[in-house]
């Protein structure tokens, strides 16, 4: 998806750029590879698992810790023009964002030259009703809050439920594409946890209900926020939502102009 993104200096361009992103299915495995090859260069040793799999992770453990390297290498590498062009935007952003994040992105820029590109599909449309109360989770206050409470009320381990409400409900898309690297990422981080993947859901079920009760008025709160800045601002998003389908609809034919964005 990375490289078939097509967008410039218009406000609209951008958001038809991500409703693309937002209505495929999501590739995991560079997230699932970078998160794996991070822990091993923090000192985890556990994410091994003796298999010919490890390699990938050991490379990329290394390239945390000689980033300039790693790229030279990743340059030198024989690549088709899709190739070319993620490798030339993972560059460009190279050391932003997180270590963790720039372990993912050498995460892609190594899967991309090394392995097959997923192919880019868009799953049928579905129209179900946004659960708000997954906003809510423990990046913010509010979920911080709640997630403690029920942790103690139910006498589990903090760090399972969140593990646990990232896993069954954070994380979910609309769709995706199968990832080996992301699933052995998702089970290593259960057993570091010490709560067994194919019994994590005994210990969501029951908390579920119990956070979505206690986030409701939340809940109502964002959902009525948005509402109410919806109807403030409808001639502006029917202008805007116009301007993103004609935007798709003509997208061949839209100069690239990304690398003088901003």
């Keep these: 998806m990375g490289a078939e993104l097509v967008f410039n200096k218009k406000f609209h361009s951008k958001v038809a750029a991500l409703i693309k992103v937002a209505r495929s299915f999501k590739a995991r495995d560079a997230t699932g590879l970078g998160y794996l090859a991070y822990a091993l260069s923090e000192g985890e040793k556990s994410v091994l698992n003796e298999t010919v799999d490890d390699k990938p992770i050991k490379i990329l453990a290394k390239a945390n810790r000689h980033p300039d390297d790693f790229w030279k290498w990743i340059d030198r590498q024989p690549q088709t023009d899709v190739q070319r062009s993620l490798i030339q935007n993972a560059i460009k952003y190279r050391n932003t964002g ?12 190594c899967l991309a030259v090394t392995d097959m590109l997923p192919g880019i599909f868009q799953p049928a449309p579905i129209n179900e009703i946004f659960p ?5 989770d423990n990046h913010t206050r509010e979920g911080r809050r709640v997630l403690s409470d029920v942790a103690r009320d139910l006498h589990i381990s903090l760090p399972q439920l969140e593990w646990a409400g990232f896993y069954f409900e954070g994380s979910q898309t609309n ?3 199968p990832s080996k690297w992301w699933e052995r990422y998702c089970r290593w981080h259960f057993k570091k946890i010490g709560l067994p993947a194919e019994e994590a859901h005994l ?3 029951p908390a579920k209900p119990q956070i979505m009760e206690a986030l409701a008025e939340e809940r109502r709160n964002l959902r009525n926020e948005l509402y109410k800045w919806k109807l403030a601002n409808l001639e502006q998003i029917e202008s805007l939502k116009k301007q993103v389908d004609i935007f798709i609809a003509h997208i061949s034919e839209v100069p690239r102009d990304q690398l003088d964005l901003f």
Excluded: G, H, N, T
């Design 175 to 177: 769709a995706d594409i």
């Design 132 to 136: 708000y109360w997954i906003a809510f």
């Design 203 to 205: 210990l969501w079920e």
């Design 98 to 109: 997180s270590a963790r994040d720039r372990s993912v992105l050498q995460a892609a820029a």
